[in-house]
């Protein structure tokens, strides 16, 4: 007896995952996110599935490729017909990838152009479409005064990219602090769509609170958006962990075997001190929550800086690098 099993991709061929995207498409607004796009489009449709919507851009249920030879990207290029870039135009402009690129490894922006990367990691990062990126990490954020204004000009609020970049919490054009969008994904949902005019907010975070804090978070915002997520983003953060660890050499800061010297030593300590001061200032960001809190553990932290061997993790690496190039000249 032969057993049907119900499978709604089972129409799904090869050749019909490339077929045209059908409908309006739109363009982008200025520095929009590709999840923004994509979410406008949802929006538009009245009360469709959230799956229908990453069915029309990249043909299957969960947005993966069927095609040995072409990424998840590959595949929206080839339903929009090129209208909205290139797959490496995408990237640079309409996702996080400026922003990681940064602190990736060369081998590891080799991969990134790998012919198929699997799907669920290319819509989770860096396009940010699984679950809407409604995680801690990378809470939606948005200016209410570039609310009102794209309301004005365009009829509809979008998401910016440069308010998305993990560590921004600052509109640096009207110089005050972003609100995050308050809806998660619920249980196995795997895609969300939403624009910011239409969906709450949470309340104004704590950790930008006061003048203080504010300042802080607009010398970090401009750090990182005038010279983290630039085309030499990645020098900068190199040259900067390499100067790091010349000056802890030069001041006899490191063992003869290249390591940074025992936190017993009361200078060592007094420089990861200076560092737990500097990670005080951003710590009450859902992102910067986890980092080092005690000397020990800015000790383990900075120890794995200066090796430069071990992996950081993305954020760690920012705040490393944001302190070091606040500092510089201090050591
Ligand atoms: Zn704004």
């Known amino acids: 007896m032969k057993i049907l099993i119900k499978n709604t991709q089972n ?73 909205l870039g290139t797959p490496k135009s995408i990237l640079v402009e309409h996702t996080l990838l400026r922003f990681y690129r940064s602190f990736m490894s060369e081998r590891e922006t ?27 990490l990378h809470p939606h954020k948005a200016c209410p005064e570039c ?6 000009n365009f009829g509809v609020a979008y998401w910016h990219l440069v308010h998305q970049y993990p560590g921004v919490w600052v509109c640096l054009h009207h110089g005050r ?14 895609f969300m769509w939403a624009t910011p005019g239409a969906e709450e907010f949470l309340e104004a975070p704590t950790h930008l609170a006061g003048q203080a804090n504010l300042s802080n978070f607009v ?25 790091f660890r010349k000056r802890l050499h030069e001041g006899g800061k490191l063992t003869p075997t290249h390591k940074l010297r025992s936190p017993d030593n009361s200078e060592i300590a007094n420089i990861c ?11 009450g960001a859902p992102e910067f929550a986890s980092m080092p809190d005690t000397v020990l553990s800015a000790h383990r932290l900075l120890s794995r800086y200066v090796n430069g061997k071990s992996r950081l993790k993305t954020l760690e690496h920012l705040l490393l690098c944001a302190w070091e190039i606040g500092e510089s000249g201090r050591l």
């Open 11 to 83: 129409s799904i061929t090869k050749s019909s995952q490339l077929s045209a995207f059908e409908g309006h498409l739109f363009d982008w607004f200025p520095g929009e996110t590709i999840y923004g796009l994509l979410s406008r489009h949802h929006q538009s449709r009245g009360h469709i599935e959230a799956v229908d919507t990453i069915k029309r851009f990249f043909g299957t249920d969960n947005g993966a490729s069927l095609h040995e030879n072409l990424s998840s990207l590959d595949v929206f290029v080839r339903k929009t017909g090129g209208r």
């Open 177 to 190: 602090g972003l609100l995050s969008a308050s809806m998660t994904a619920k249980g196995r949902q795997r």
């Open 219 to 243: 010398w970090l915002g401009e750090l990182i958006t005038s010279k983290l997520v630039s085309d030499s983003g990645r020098v900068l953060v190199e040259t900067t962990r390499a100067r």
């Open 110 to 136: 080799l991969l990134l152009g790998s012919a198929r990367p699997r799907a669920e990691t290319v819509l989770k990062f860096p396009l940010n479409l699984w679950r809407g990126g409604f995680s801690g």
């Open 147 to 152: 609310v009102e204004n794209d309301l004005e």
């Open 273 to 283: 001190k200076r560092f737990l001061t500097f990670v005080e200032n951003y710590r």
